[in-house]
């Protein structure tokens, strides 16, 4: 590779069509000039006019783009999806060791859903020194014991380690070859197919247990983030806390409910952002390409739902990670007050999350 250029992959369907073009639109723009850009972008199938659009944005010369196709039946064999939703691409970062090119010895992982806001060669420029990979820690989920249901034994883990969100990967892809990580963490997602919520991510954590290096929040901002009453809940100092939600370098949308979603709220800061790097991008006439907030009521009820789950969550994890949880009482009071419905819904999440673990337990 040249010295200006950078090389980042992505995997996408057409579910996330939306969120892979304006995530390219938004690393384009931000790129300083003088950087030109390998992108590829992993894919198991893609309708010809969803590629056309992706193809559109990268129309430059700076940009390379590269569709790489791939072959999920090993995966789904390996892996056996526990249901239908849970998505196959998740998956794909974990060969790419074998569908990248071999003279090819560093990458950059982007999750379809993120924003990028900074420069990516900045990111790019970060020293590995010995790390696999490096990533911004979780700020909900804080350590292994925190996202698994449970640690088996055999894992050889406190369950105390260090949690990391595999959103925004800094990877080092010839050791990534070398110590075959991507078939071990295979494996590993097997291993947990019944303890884990997100067994692409907790795999990797499990498998680069401390071979992964830290980056700075910025570059791996979560939406969740902002429910944090205070820096001290979470795994950064209050420098890193404050840049990271007033100067993100990548806004990352981990929640369900996704800035192209109808029950979003349009007058979000960070969907004002999304929609500001959408509204640049020819969809081609997409019927089904629209702007949020259509569903106004029934969106209040999901998003105040959504947001009570998420706050309870921070809270709960927080203090796992021995955290103060203090900062949280006011926030979580003041949330039951305005939406007292929400209690049903966090009755249901909790007694669906004991069955879970009852069912673990016993098996």
């Not at 390998?38 to 193809?55: G, N």
């Not at 010995?130 to 088996?152: F, G, W």
């Not at 247990?209 to 979470?234: H, I, M, Q, V, Y």
Request: aromatic letters at 10%; charged letters at 25%; glycine letters at 4%.
């Amino acid at each position: 590779m040249k010295d200006s250029q950078i090389a980042a992959v992505t995997a996408t369907n057409e579910a996330y069509v939306i969120a892979t073009g304006v995530m390219i639109a938004s690393l384009v723009e931000n790129l300083r000039p003088s950087a030109t850009l390998q992108l590829f972008v992993l894919i198991e199938d893609l309708p010809l006019k969803s590629k056309t659009i992706i193809e559109k944005i990268c129309a430059s010369p700076r940009i390379t783009l590269h569709w790489t196709h791939v072959d999920a039946t090993p995966i789904r064999e390996t892996i056996q999806p526990k249901d239908p939703s849970e998505s196959i691409e998740a998956y794909f970062r974990l060969l790419i060791g074998d569908l990248l090119p071999i003279d090819l010895n560093k990458i950059i992982y982007l999750d379809a859903d993120v924003l990028v806001l900074g420069d990516l060669w900045e990111l790019w420029e970060q020293q590995l020194d010995d790390n696999i990979v490096l990533a911004v820690p979780d700020c909900t989920m804080q350590t292994i014991r925190s996202a698994l249901r449970a640690v088996p034994e055999d894992l050889k883990l406190t369950g105390e380690e260090p949690y990391f969100n595999s959103g925004v990967l800094l990877i080092d892809l010839a050791v990534w070859r070398s110590e075959d990580i991507g078939l071990k963490a295979l494996k590993t997602s097997r291993r947990l197919r019944r303890m884990s919520r997100f067994r692409d991510q907790d795999s990797l954590n499990v498998v680069l247990d401390s071979r992964w290096g830290r980056l700075k929040p910025e570059w791996n901002s979560f939406t969740r983030l902002r429910l944090f009453p205070t820096w001290r809940a979470t795994p950064y100092d209050r420098n890193e806390f404050v840049k990271a939600l007033s100067a993100p370098k990548i806004i990352h949308f981990e929640t369900s409910l996704k800035p192209w979603h109808d029950e979003r709220d349009p007058s979000d800061e960070y969907v004002v952002r999304f929609f500001h790097y959408f509204r640049r991008i020819d969809w081609l006439g997409q019927e089904s390409l629209r702007m949020p907030g259509r569903r106004k009521i029934g969106g209040f009820f999901v998003r105040s739902n959504r947001r009570a789950v998420h706050l309870f969550a921070a809270a709960w994890h927080a203090i796992a990670a021995n955290r103060p949880a203090t900062p949280f009482v006011l926030p979580v009071l003041k949330n039951f007050i305005q939406y007292p419905w929400t209690i049903f819904e966090l009755i249901l999440v909790f007694a669906r999350d004991l069955r879970e673990r009852h069912w673990i337990q016993k098996n």
